[in-house]
Each structure stands twice: as C-alpha cells, then as structure tokens.
C-alpha cells in the first residue's frame, strides 16, 4: 500500500522548502524528497556562509526570461518584505550591503533552520537519502516509484535546482522530468560565473591573483560596476559575475578600469600640470602598482621610460582608450563547478506565471532555478526562489 500525499515536492532546496511550508501551513499533507543527505545544503554555502537571502531592491527587470512579463505575478505575490517579515519574526538578524543585498549577521544556517522549523510545524515530511526513479501519471495524480518506496500524490512539484556547484550532487533530474512529459527546455548553461582566459592574458592576471578594483564591465547594451577581481584563471568579482549572465561565448567584452573617470583628460591634465611624469606615475594614483605595470607592458612599453611631455597624442589617447574601454574576448567560464546558478530551464511558455502549474500536464509544478528564470547577483535567485514556492504552494 503505498503513502499517499496532497504533494510532493521533489528537491529541499531553497524553493522545495518554501513551498513545503506554505502548503503545509494551508493544511495540505506534503512530503519533500531530498537525494542529498541533508536538506538546503545550497542555502548553507551561499553568500560566503551568510546567505544573501534577498535583495530591498527586487522588480523583473532584475531577471533574465525568455518571457520578460512571466516572473512579475510570483514577485507580486510574495514579495522580498514578505521574507523579510518571516527572517524578523524568526529573529534572525540580518544586515544590509552595497546595492540593497541581504544577509545573515550569523550564519546562514539561520535561514535553514527557520525553514525546517516551519516545516516541522506544519506537519511537512522531510525525507533526505531519497532516490527517485520514476514518476509517472495515475488516475488523478502520480505515482513516484523512489528508494524509499512507492508514493502518491495529488501534485508533484519539481524543485530540483539546477547544474550548478556538481560537487554538491546536482544532477539534471528536473530537466529530464521536463522532457518526459513533454516541456521544451531552454539551452542550458553556467552562470554568474568567473571567467577563464588563454596565453597572454592568462599570464598576466595570474601575476595579478589577489588584486580587487573597482571596474565597470559592458557587454552589448548591458553593463554592470562592482568589484573586479583578478585570479589564477582569469576575472572574478560581482561585476563579471553579473555580466556573465549575458555574455555569449566568443564575444569580446569591454572593461572600464577608471569607471567615473575620463582617462584621456587625467592624462592631459597631468601633462601640463608634471610634464616631466611617467604614465604609469600618474595611474599608480588611481589602480594597484603591479597592474599599472602589468599594462605598461601590454600598452605603453616602448614609451615607459618617457616623461609625458615626450608622449604623443596618439600613444595617449590609445593608452586612455584602452584605461576607459578595453575590449578582451574570455576563453571560457570556469564551468559550472563555481557557478552560483544555471542560465535557461524549463521554458516558461509551458508554465502558469501565477501558480508555476504546467499548462499541458495537470498537477505537475516546476519551481526555482530549474524554471528558465535566472537572477542577478545579489539575493534575487533566493527571491525568486520564495516566491516561485509561494506561488505555487497557493495553488496546492
């Protein structure tokens, strides 16, 4: 005889565990199935150990959708203040970053724990260790064949997460289960993700591993300023996290290293006020020595030694060019072993945007970073994470 449920909720990610709770709390009987041997184990590693759990700054414009409209009825619904009201309640303390972020004073085993503790209040059964192998359709609802034993339920909620951080058991469960029931699924690929670089370029951050500025990085329309940060592989920091999300492979992106700062008119206004300065003198004001010396040789070698009065314009204006506007092509990213989240999912076209219900497959939910929704860095991927479970939980 087999346990039967109003739903399960395959994945205790961020999303699964949300909307276990909100289903329970509206009196739905409702078990979550873990293939990890614990529950939010992404939740526990994220924000360096803090959880950037949301952002106060949180509108649709911060998600990339094939369907730009279809997160803005999830947002609406469960709103960032909305979690924020449940972490107060919680007592959790909390504090606010650059650009509006959240996170946990303590650790953001704060956040899990308030979850699970809601979970276990509502009476939703949390079962981790769990493989599924089947899930098919039964009479009104399914049957899910797992190692536990066979279920059934009324709904199934897929809230499997996506590829990202592998080492962390991601598997591509969910896509497949999109796939079986006949759901197109968006190309895939890792996201807010440091990039790589090949031969001369390579060489040169890795001299620079460790250096942080702050930079402005553009690619096509969009462009993002935080902190760059220079590694063994290539540029990492929030701001080449953010552009990865739109970065195609094989295009150049272009670096602003003096963001706020016409590099052509600094260098001019220190030519006629100490002409007899070297360019790497006056840039060692505005960037970290090793780097100004690291684009001396990449730029300016065959200049270094002359005082700026001796420069030309052209030598000038290409060094301040590059300063404000240099354009590089990255190999690659660095996969999704660092990604903080996978680009594309299962396409939104075949989803409610109010109740994340599959349109063709009755009682069947996909939810969180499994769904063709990415946010930008910054606690919007935990957002949509709340509120993609909220939503659907009303709908159970």
Same mark, same amino acid.
Not at 41 to 58: A, D, E, P, Y
Not at 111 to 140: M, W, Y
Not at 340 to 350: A, R, Y
């Given at each position: 005889?087999?346990?039967?449920?109003?739903? $399960?909720?395959?994945?205790?990610?961020?999303?699964?565990?949300?909307?276990?709770?909100?289903?329970?709390?509206?009196?739905?009987?409702?078990?979550?199935?873990?293939?990890?041997?614990?529950?939010?184990?992404?939740?526990?590693?994220?924000?360096?150990?803090?959880?950037?759990?949301?952002?106060?700054?949180?509108?649709?414009?911060?998600?990339?959708?094939?369907?730009?409209?279809?997160?803005?009825?999830?947002?609406?619904?469960?709103?960032?203040?909305?979690?924020?009201?449940?972490? $107060?309640?919680?007592?959790?303390?909390?504090?606010?970053?650059?650009?509006?972020?959240?996170?946990?004073? /303590?650790?953001?085993?704060?956040?899990?724990?308030?979850?699970?503790?809601?979970?276990?209040?509502?009476?939703?059964?949390?079962?981790?260790?769990?493989?599924?192998?089947?899930?098919?359709?039964?009479?009104?609802?399914? $049957?899910?064949?797992?190692?536990?034993?066979?279920?059934?339920? /009324?709904?199934?909620?897929?809230?499997?997460?996506?590829?990202?951080?592998?080492?962390?058991?991601?598997?591509?469960?969910?896509?497949?289960?999109?796939?079986?029931?006949?759901?197109?699924?968006?190309?895939?690929?890792?996201?807010?993700?440091?990039?790589?670089?090949?031969?001369?370029?390579?060489?040169?951050?890795?001299?620079?591993?460790?250096?942080?500025?702050?930079?402005?990085?553009?690619?096509?329309?969009?462009?993002?300023?935080?902190?760059?940060?220079?590694?063994?592989?290539?540029?990492?920091?929030?701001?080449?996290?953010?552009?990865?999300?739109?970065?195609?492979?094989?295009?150049?992106?272009?670096?602003?290293?003096?963001?706020?700062?016409?590099?052509?008119?600094?260098?001019?206004?220190?030519?006629?006020?100490?002409?007899?300065?070297?360019?790497?003198?006056?840039?060692?004001?505005?960037?970290?020595?090793?780097?100004?010396?690291?684009?001396? =040789?990449?730029?300016?070698?065959?200049?270094?030694?002359?005082?700026?009065?001796?420069?030309?314009?052209?030598?000038?204006?290409?060094?301040?060019?590059?300063?404000?506007?240099?354009?590089?092509?990255?190999?690659?990213?660095?996969?999704?072993?660092?990604?903080?989240?996978?680009?594309?999912?299962?396409?939104?076209?075949?989803?409610?945007?109010?109740?994340?219900?599959?349109?063709?497959?009755?009682?069947?939910?996909?939810?969180?970073?499994?769904?063709?929704?990415?946010?930008?860095?910054?606690?919007?991927?935990?957002?949509?994470?709340?509120?993609?479970?909220?939503?659907? =939980?009303?709908?159970?």
């Amino acid at each position: 005889m087999s346990d039967h449920y109003d739903a $399960i909720v395959v994945g205790g990610g961020a999303a699964g565990l949300m909307a276990a709770w909100q289903a329970g709390k509206r009196g739905r009987r409702v078990r979550v199935l873990e293939r990890s041997n614990k529950a939010g184990r992404k939740i526990l590693m994220s924000g360096g150990g803090r959880c950037n759990f949301t952002n106060l700054h949180v509108t649709a414009d911060n998600f990339l959708c094939h369907n730009p409209h279809f997160v803005k009825s999830a947002l609406k619904q469960y709103t960032a203040w909305d979690f924020i009201g449940s972490v $107060i309640e919680h007592g959790v303390p909390y504090h606010e970053r650059n650009h509006g972020q959240l996170f946990c004073d /303590n650790k953001a085993r704060d956040i899990l724990n308030f979850l699970l503790d809601e979970c276990a209040a509502c009476g939703a059964v949390i079962s981790t260790k769990c493989d599924i192998k089947t899930i098919r359709p039964h009479q009104s609802g399914y $049957i899910l064949d797992t190692s536990l034993g066979q279920l059934t339920c /009324n709904a199934v909620v897929i809230a499997t997460g996506g590829l990202s951080i592998p080492s962390m058991g991601t598997t591509p469960f969910g896509y497949e289960i999109a796939s079986q029931f006949g759901l197109p699924v968006s190309p895939l690929r890792a996201s807010l993700v440091p990039y790589t670089f090949s031969a001369q370029l390579k060489d040169m951050f890795a001299r620079l591993s460790g250096n942080a500025i702050n930079a402005a990085i553009h690619f096509g329309s969009t462009s993002f300023e935080e902190a760059l940060l220079f590694t063994h592989r290539g540029l990492s920091g929030p701001v080449v996290l953010q552009i990865s999300n739109y970065w195609q492979p094989g295009q150049a992106i272009t670096i602003d290293l003096l963001p706020g700062s016409n590099a052509g008119e600094l260098l001019e206004q220190a030519r006629i006020q100490s002409p007899r300065s070297l360019i790497r003198t006056v840039l060692a004001n505005h960037l970290p020595k090793n780097l100004v010396l690291e684009l001396e =040789a990449l730029w300016w070698p065959d200049v270094k030694n002359k005082p700026l009065a001796e420069c030309s314009n052209l030598i000038l204006k290409e060094v301040s060019d590059n300063l404000n506007s240099w354009e590089i092509v990255p190999a690659g990213t660095e996969g999704y072993k660092t990604a903080e989240v996978t680009l594309g999912g299962v396409d939104t076209n075949s989803l409610s945007s109010r109740t994340m219900e599959c349109t063709t497959q009755p009682g069947l939910y996909f939810i969180g970073e499994v769904v063709d929704v990415t946010g930008h860095l910054g606690g919007f991927n935990f957002q949509w994470a709340w509120s993609s479970g909220y939503a659907c =939980a009303q709908a159970l």
